[in-house]
């Protein structure tokens, strides 16, 4: 599928949000896009606050849409 038809060129303020790691995304979400997601390895913890701590909350995703 061509990304173009799903993401036109005109819209640069993406968000994409993955709970494990961003890589790969940057190609859906553009050079003025936000990868939210978890980029480190090692981290244990019961899922809510893992999210909490990576910024994987609907307030982190709501003020990232909101910084774009």
């Known amino acids: 599928m061509n990304t173009?038809?799903?993401?036109?060129?005109?819209?640069t303020a993406?968000?994409?949000?993955?709970?494990?790691?961003?890589l790969g995304w940057e190609k859906y979400v553009g050079s003025k896009g936000k990868a939210i997601g978890i980029d480190r390895?090692?981290?244990?913890a019961p899922?809510?606050?893992?999210?909490?701590e990576f910024g994987i909350t609907a307030e982190s995703i709501v003020a990232a849409a909101k910084s774009l």
Not at 4 to 11: G, K, L
Not at 47 to 52: H, Q
């Open 4 to 11: 173009r038809s799903v993401f036109p060129a005109a819209a």
């Open 14 to 22: 993406r968000i994409s949000i993955e709970a494990g790691v961003t």
């Open 41 to 44: 390895f090692g981290a244990s």
């Open 47 to 52: 899922a809510g606050r893992i999210y909490k």
